[in-house]
């Protein structure tokens, strides 16, 4: 069985994987190799929180809590970019409702709230415009 923390991963990354974009959008996933596209593609990244002690008995549950970033990859100086970009970015902030229950390995990881689009901005180590999406979740395990 694995770890909760990659539990955890695992089933958010599962979430992601089902993200029907069309056009489809490659995925740039943590640790992996990834060649981006001339066009658009999607940056996910992990963010975890500090995991909470809730009860006095340390083998009984405690709190999970983090951030899924999604980033909308878009290429730089195209007309309506920002439009197209922020467009990308809501339909990923769709795919993660509030109340969005997740599971791997019995584990369950809820979604909290609905995600939050904010403004984009220019990524130079990428040389796109960056639109992110920050899916916030927590866990009880």
């Given at each position: 069985?694995?770890?909760?923390?990659?539990?955890?991963?695992?089933?958010?990354?599962?979430?992601?994987?089902?993200?029907?974009?069309?056009?489809?959008?490659?995925?740039a996933?943590?640790n992996?190799?990834?060649?981006?596209?001339?066009g658009a593609?999607?940056?996910?990244?992990?963010?975890?929180?500090?995991?909470e002690?809730?009860?006095?008995?340390g083998?009984?549950?405690?709190?999970?809590r983090?951030?899924?970033?999604?980033?909308?990859?878009?290429?730089?100086?195209?007309?309506?970019g920002?439009?197209?970009?922020?467009?990308?970015?809501g339909q990923?902030?769709?795919?993660?409702?509030?109340?969005?229950?997740?599971?791997?390995?019995?584990?369950?990881?809820?979604i909290?709230a609905?995600?939050?689009?904010?403004?984009?901005?220019?990524?130079?180590?990428?040389?796109?415009?960056?639109?992110?999406?920050?899916?916030?979740?927590?866990?009880?395990?």
């Amino acid at each position: 069985m694995p770890a909760i923390e990659t539990s955890i991963w695992l089933a958010l990354r599962g979430r992601v994987e089902t993200l029907a974009l069309n056009p489809a959008h490659p995925v740039a996933w943590p640790n992996e190799a990834f060649t981006a596209p001339a066009g658009a593609y999607l940056r996910v990244t992990h963010l975890p929180n500090r995991t909470e002690r809730l009860f006095l008995k340390g083998t009984d549950p405690h709190w999970y809590r983090g951030i899924l970033q999604i980033s909308a990859m878009y290429p730089l100086a195209v007309l309506n970019g920002e439009t197209v970009a922020r467009e990308i970015a809501g339909q990923a902030a769709a795919h993660f409702p509030a109340g969005l229950s997740l599971t791997y390995a019995d584990v369950r990881v809820d979604i909290t709230a609905r995600p939050t689009v904010a403004q984009g901005f220019r990524d130079d180590a990428s040389a796109r415009w960056m639109t992110p999406v920050s899916v916030p979740y927590e866990c009880f395990a």
